[in-house]
């Protein structure tokens, strides 16, 4: 496999950013290199470096809540993950924020095991994340 500037990629909803950030610092703290929308410089083009981000991470995580499920940005991001898991073979990573009703889910995630933060702790939910990394995964 080739080298990946990032081992996870983060994709969340702007109301989202201070779980983003917790999970970022717990994946970081484990010795994994992080992207983030935090990553962006002024100026920066972000179709052009979130689709750059994702071709260079091994596992793509998304942050999926309510504000993510009915953003338009967020929409974006969802179609180019789900496309670079299908045709690059990235590991998709869904991580439930708050209460998201099943028929809501983005449909390419419906059938997908997720985790939550609901459910487990942000330590827990890095972990898993690491976990899988380190079985080979993505």
Known sequence: MANRAYDVFIS???S??????EI???LRGRGLKVWT???LLA?????VAVQRA???SRSLVLLVSQDYVDGSWTA???GAALNASRRQGKRLVPVLVGAVPWAELPFGLRA???LSVDRESVDDVAGAVADDLAAGAG
């Open 16 to 21: 989202d950013s201070d779980i983003a950030r």
């Open 54 to 56: 994702m071709e260079e």
């Open 24 to 26: 970022a610092s717990a």
């Open 12 to 14: 969340h909803a702007r």
């Open 112 to 114: 997908q095991q997720h």
């Open 43 to 47: 100026g920066d083009d972000w179709d």
């Open 37 to 39: 929308d935090e990553e």
């Open 76 to 78: 974006i991001e969802l």
